[in-house]
């Protein structure tokens, strides 16, 4: 009997293609008492990894400041022959640059508003004043499409 697992799994190519054009992401950090910390956050992909920014004293920076380690989800599918997904786990990296933030922006403004960046520009410039950059390097993932299901 095959394994119903291997048959479901995206490609390579498959998952890239999803993260990319996916719009939320799941992401999970350590509480100081261990718990999982769960938040939905928009993303950017740049160079293959995952970009977003938040504000310095979020949460979820406290959170990785701490212990780098934790997940990211990207999910869909309404009816159980439909749900997709790429669940990753890694490690965040934090970088306090105005500079990757406002890429991070900019990426952000086309894709979930379709603005260019002469429009954008002014708003993410004042947005990212206060914030830093959190970049999530996975490790390994795993992945399903229920729609591959015989």
Known sequence: MPNIRSEIALSEDEVRDYIEQSKTVI???L???GWPHLVP?????????IHMHTYKTSQKVKHIERDARGSALIEDGVVYNQLRGVFMRGRFEIRDDQDLCY???IH???KYMGAEEEQAS???RHQVRKRVALI???EK???WDHRKLP
């Open 141 to 143: 993932h795993s992945s």
């Open 136 to 138: 999530f390097h996975p």
């Open 31 to 33: 509480n100081h008492d």
């Open 27 to 29: 992401v999970g950090t």
């Open 108 to 110: 952000a403004a086309k």
């Open 103 to 105: 890429v991070i922006g």
């Open 41 to 49: 956050m928009w993303y950017s992909v740049i160079d293959g990894l």
């Open 122 to 124: 002014p708003f993410v």
